[in-house]
C-alpha cells in the first residue's frame, strides 16, 4: 500500500463528525455540489429528445467512469480488490449511479420540473432516516428542523407549476418514479458513507461504482430494446461532456467527501439548495418570474440551510 493509499484510509476511517459546524473546506464543499447539480439541470434538458434517457445517462456515465479510473491510476490509488467488496462496488452503482439518474429521466416525462425539484429534496428526509437505520446514527432535531424548512420552501416556491399541472395518472406515474429516485440516491449514500467508515478509498470506490452503473444501465437499455443512437447536435455533446466531468465526476467526488467529513444527514441538504440554484439561472435564462410566495419559500431554504450548517 502507498503513503497516499494509507492515508486516505486513515481520513477515511475517521469518525464523522455530523454535530459541529462547517469548516472552511465543508463550505468550499458544499458550494462546488450545489454549483454542479445546480447547472446540471440546463445540461439534463438538452439530453432529452433524440437519444432514449437511459442511454444518455449511460454514455454520461461510461465517460465519468473512464476519467474516474484515470484519476485512480494517476493518483496511484487503489485498483483492485477483493470478490466481495465488488459486489458492494455494484450495489453502490446500482442505487448511486444508474437507478436514481434513470427514475428520474423518465419521471421528467410526466412531472414539471419544480415537482421533481421537490420530490428530489425529499432525499435529505430519507438520509435521516436510513443513517439512523443502517449507520446507526442519532436523531438530530436541527437537522430535521432544517429538513422541513427546506421541503416547505421549495413546496412553495414551486407550488403554482406544481397546481397547474394537476393530478391525474400520469402524475402518479411520476411520483412513484421520482420518489424511488430519492430513495435510490439516499440508499446509495449509505453504501458510499459505509465504505469510507471501511476505510475504502473514495476514489477508487466510485470509479468502481460508476463503471458497474453504467454497465447496469447499457443492459436496462438492452434489454428494453432501446437504441444506442447518439445526438451529433453541439448542444446535446457540450451537455454530456459537462454532465459527465463537472456534475459527475468533480461534483460526486465532491459530495461523498462532504458526506464522508459531516455525514448524510446533512449532506443531504444540497438536494433542497441546489434546485435554488437552477431558479436563478432560469431568471436569466428562461425569464423565470419572481413571486412573493417563492420569495418567502426562497428565505424558508436559506434559514433551513443555516440551521443545518450552524454548532450546536
Not at 23 to 35: E, F, K, N, S
Request: charged share 10%.
Amino acid at each position: 500500500m502507498t503513503a497516499t493509499q494509507a492515508g486516505e484510509k486513515a481520513r477515511a476511517a475517521a469518525k464523522v463528525d455530523s454535530g459541529s459546524g462547517f469548516g472552511r473546506l465543508d463550505y468550499a464543499l458544499y458550494a462546488a455540489v450545489i454549483l454542479f447539480w445546480g447547472t446540471s439541470w440546463i445540461g439534463i434538458r438538452y439530453q432529452l429528445g433524440v437519444v432514449p434517457p437511459s442511454v444518455s445517462v449511460a454514455y454520461r456515465f461510461i465517460i465519468a467512469a473512464l476519467i474516474m479510473f484515470a484519476w485512480v491510476i494517476v493518483s496511484r490509488r487503489q485498483l483492485r480488490f477483493p470478490l466481495a467488496q465488488h459486489g458492494i462496488f455494484l450495489v453502490m452503482g446500482l442505487f448511486l449511479f444508474s437507478t436514481n439518474f434513470a427514475l428520474f429521466y423518465y419521471a421528467g416525462q410526466y412531472l414539471v420540473t419544480g415537482l421533481l425539484a421537490l420530490i428530489f429534496s425529499t432525499a435529505v428526509l430519507m438520509n435521516m432516516i436510513n443513517s439512523m437505520i443502517f449507520l446507526g446514527e442519532p436523531a438530530r432535531p436541527r437537522v430535521i428542523l432544517a429538513g422541513l424548512l427546506g421541503f416547505c420552501g421549495l413546496a412553495t416556491i414551486f407550488w403554482p407549476q406544481i397546481a397547474a399541472r394537476g393530478f391525474d395518472a400520469g402524475t402518479a406515474i411520476g411520483l412513484v418514479l421520482g420518489l424511488g429516485g430519492a430513495l435510490s440516491f439516499s440508499l446509495g449514500n449509505m453504501v458510499s458513507a459505509s465504505q469510507q467508515r471501511r476505510g475504502v478509498p473514495m476514489v477508487s470506490s466510485t470509479a468502481w461504482g460508476m463503471a458497474y452503473g453504467s454497465l447496469l444501465l447499457v443492459l436496462y437499455a438492452l434489454l428494453a430494446g432501446e437504441a444506442f443512437t447518439f445526438d451529433l447536435r453541439p448542444s446535446y455533446v457540450f451537455s454530456l461532456v459537462w454532465l459527465a466531468i463537472f456534475a459527475s465526476v468533480i461534483a460526486f467526488a465532491t459530495y461523498l467527501t462532504l458526506l464522508r467529513r459531516i455525514g448524510p444527514a446533512r449532506a443531504g441538504y444540497v438536494t433542497v439548495v441546489f434546485p435554488l440554484l437552477a431558479l436563478l439561472i432560469s431568471t436569466f435564462v428562461e425569464g423565470y418570474q419572481w413571486t412573493v410566495p417563492a420569495i418567502a419559500g426562497l428565505a424558508m431554504v436559506l434559514a433551513g440551510n443555516v440551521v443545518v450548517m450552524r454548532r450546536h
